[in-house]
């Protein structure tokens, strides 16, 4: 296999005075790790990052280095001698890493490095030459053979055991670049998978999101529940499995959860020529992380709460609350992995309310009163909850589930989910009256009753059962007198 490595000028623009700055310091300095491997299978990030190694002082490197180019800097590890610098340049943001030697020499050093394909290195003042620089990349483990043959190996076998989330990466690598994990890293997986409990949820999070950022991520999920990986960072799922449903469904509560996932990537790929549905998925909730990422980890958690919420009534499976329950587990689950507050609130909507859509497919008439109060409480998520919504009929496939009723269901979603865009595009009615106009009007206090109130008008205001402020006041005296009287 030919390559051609190659840097771009803009690349060149940010690695020259990196350079400069280790040369005036009798540094040598050698790029190391993804960045090649990318380089050499063509792959271009938008917001790229360099690692780099030296023989020792990398955090002192760095942090003399940071002021010098005006970037940000942190320490990664003190013990071990590794740092990060993020700068900005021409609306790119580049991530720079600083690490010393994991051995006395460059070798030893990437003989401690993940796989084989992250084991290639470069010396930094080679990327200036003019040429091919494939003769001058340094391959001690045969690194360009894996590229070649698509093969994600660990460079040695106790890879696992020095930095057990490794075992994560091995998959998000794989669902990154399409390659296959080797026999025994894939069996060294399933063997090591306890020493994952010792690494911290923050950096499982993040390899967990490389995985649900791909557009199938459910067979990378799926591999890694066979090995029992994912119960070991997701304990909760344990008690989700062998769980039946009933005759509406076909699988437990945990294949129908993965299932669940599947179902929504297809579900992905049906809607990409709808623009409204595309820009409402790629916009970004936190940390680079996407609506549409978010949402494949609410599946994951949508029925987290069966479990607990199971009870059997006259022979027949119940789940009553479970959505209830789950929220709360969801809650927790977030919390642990260290999700912002945004994260946190997508997921809470998104398992409280993935079962309205079914509900309001069941009504005989769906009325603008209950589109209303579903868009209201929704909210931002509205179009999360009703694609999961499909996805997670679409996994149900047991005896009493009536293709009359899949259709039905199918038709209400896509239909709220028009709706939603359209009102989105139309001006907000202006508001009949407000609170100062109630106080006044009423001779009321300020209080919460004054919300409830104005909540009431603003639901009967967008149905069409009042448009005018004499309406708007003859209905707030009615809905006052009603909280009245509900209060004695």
């Given at each position: 296999?030919?390559?051609?490595?190659?840097?771009?000028?803009?690349d060149?623009?940010?690695?020259k005075?990196?350079?400069?700055?280790?040369?005036?310091?009798?540094?040598?300095?050698?790029?190391?790790?993804?960045?090649?491997?990318?380089?050499?299978?063509?792959?271009?990030?938008?917001?790229?990052?360099?690692?780099?190694?030296?023989?020792?002082?990398?955090?002192?490197f760095?942090?003399?280095?940071?002021?010098?180019?005006?970037?940000?800097?942190?320490?990664?590890?003190?013990?071990?001698?590794?740092?990060?610098?993020?700068?900005?340049?021409?609306?790119k943001?580049?991530?720079?890493?600083?690490?010393?030697?994991r051995?006395?020499?460059?070798?030893?050093?990437?003989?401690?490095r993940?796989?084989?394909?992250n084991?290639?290195?470069?010396?930094?003042?080679?990327?200036?030459?003019?040429?091919?620089l494939?003769?001058?990349?340094?391959?001690?483990?045969?690194?360009?053979?894996?590229?070649?043959?698509?093969?994600?190996?660990?460079?040695?076998?106790?890879?696992?055991?020095?930095?057990p989330?490794?075992i994560?990466?091995?998959?998000s690598?794989?669902?990154?670049?399409?390659?296959?994990?080797?026999?025994?890293?894939?069996?060294?997986a399933?063997?090591?998978?306890?020493?994952?409990?010792?690494?911290?949820?923050?950096?499982?999070r993040?390899?967990?999101?490389?995985?649900?950022?791909c557009?199938?991520?459910?067979?990378?999920?799926?591999?890694?529940?066979?090995?029992?990986?994912?119960?070991?960072?997701?304990?909760?799922?344990?008690?989700?499995?062998?769980?039946?449903?009933?005759?509406?469904?076909?699988?437990?509560?945990?294949?129908?959860?993965?299932?669940t996932?599947?179902?929504?990537?297809i579900l992905?790929?049906?809607?990409?020529?709808?623009?409204?549905?595309?820009?409402?998925?790629?916009?970004?909730?936190?940390?680079?992380?996407?609506?549409?990422?978010?949402?494949?980890?609410?599946?994951?958690?949508?029925?987290?709460?069966?479990?607990?919420?199971?009870?059997?009534?006259?022979?027949?499976?119940?789940?009553?609350g479970?959505?209830?329950?789950?929220?709360?587990m969801?809650?927790?689950?977030?919390?642990?992995f260290?999700?912002?507050?945004?994260?946190?609130?997508?997921l809470?909507?998104?398992?409280?309310?993935?079962?309205?859509?079914?509900?309001?497919?069941?009504?005989?008439?769906?009325?603008?009163?209950?589109?209303?109060?579903?868009?209201?409480?929704?909210?931002?998520e509205?179009?999360?909850?009703?694609?999961?919504?499909?996805?997670?009929?679409?996994?149900?496939?047991?005896?009493l589930?009536?293709k009359?009723?899949?259709?039905?269901?199918?038709?209400?979603?896509k239909?709220?989910?028009?709706?939603?865009?359209?009102?989105?595009?139309?001006?907000?009615?202006?508001?009949?009256?407000n609170?100062?106009?109630?106080?006044?009007?009423?001779?009321?206090?300020?209080?919460?009753?004054i919300?409830?109130?104005?909540?009431?008008?603003?639901?009967?205001?967008?149905?069409?059962?009042?448009?005018?402020?004499?309406?708007?006041?003859?209905?707030?005296?009615?809905?006052?007198?009603?909280?009245?009287?509900?209060?004695?």
């Amino acid at each position: 296999m030919n390559y051609n490595l190659q840097f771009s000028s803009k690349d060149k623009e940010i690695l020259k005075p990196i350079y400069a700055f280790a040369k005036a310091r009798r540094v040598t300095l050698y790029l190391v790790g993804g960045i090649l491997g990318d380089m050499l299978l063509g792959r271009v990030k938008q917001n790229p990052d360099f690692d780099f190694c030296l023989n020792r002082g990398a955090i002192n490197f760095g942090r003399l280095l940071a002021k010098e180019i005006r970037a940000g800097f942190v320490v990664l590890d003190k013990e071990h001698g590794a740092c990060r610098l993020v700068k900005k340049a021409k609306a790119k943001i580049y991530t720079l890493d600083f690490t010393d030697f994991r051995g006395k020499t460059l070798k030893k050093d990437l003989l401690h490095r993940d796989f084989t394909v992250n084991a290639l290195a470069l010396e930094l003042k080679d990327v200036f030459i003019r040429g091919n620089l494939d003769n001058l990349l340094i391959d001690p483990y045969g690194g360009r053979d894996d590229l070649k043959f698509k093969t994600i190996k660990m460079v040695n076998i106790r890879a696992f055991d020095e930095d057990p989330l490794r075992i994560l990466r091995a998959f998000s690598l794989s669902a990154i670049s399409g390659f296959k994990i080797e026999k025994q890293t894939f069996r060294l997986a399933r063997l090591k998978r306890e020493k994952l409990t010792k690494v911290s949820f923050e950096r499982i999070r993040d390899e967990m999101f490389k995985i649900l950022q791909c557009h199938n991520s459910f067979d990378y999920l799926n591999q890694m529940d066979k090995l029992k990986i994912l119960q070991v960072i997701l304990p909760e799922i344990i008690k989700m499995r062998r769980i039946g449903q009933g005759p509406y469904h076909h699988l437990d509560v945990w294949q129908h959860t993965l299932e669940t996932i599947r179902q929504l990537e297809i579900l992905y790929k049906e809607v990409r020529s709808n623009h409204d549905i595309q820009q409402y998925l790629d916009q970004i909730i936190s940390s680079e992380r996407s609506r549409k990422t978010v949402m494949k980890l609410g599946a994951l958690l949508h029925d987290i709460g069966k479990p607990a919420a199971l009870r059997r009534e006259e022979g027949k499976i119940k789940f009553h609350g479970h959505e209830r329950i789950g929220l709360g587990m969801t809650e927790d689950i977030g919390r642990r992995f260290k999700l912002s507050v945004d994260e946190i609130n997508t997921l809470r909507k998104i398992v409280l309310w993935h079962l309205r859509p079914g509900y309001l497919a069941g009504c005989e008439v769906l009325t603008p009163r209950a589109k209303f109060r579903y868009f209201r409480d929704a909210d931002q998520e509205a179009i999360s909850t009703l694609l999961l919504s499909l996805a997670d009929q679409r996994a149900t496939k047991g005896p009493l589930t009536t293709k009359n009723s899949r259709v039905k269901h199918e038709k209400v979603c896509k239909s709220l989910i028009r709706e939603y865009f359209k009102k989105k595009k139309e001006k907000k009615p202006k508001r009949l009256i407000n609170g100062d106009i109630l106080i006044k009007k009423f001779k009321l206090e300020p209080s919460p009753l004054i919300g409830k109130i104005l909540s009431e008008i603003e639901e009967l205001q967008a149905i069409g059962k009042i448009s005018t402020k004499l309406q708007a006041l003859e209905a707030a005296r009615k809905i006052l007198g009603t909280l009245l009287i509900s209060k004695k």
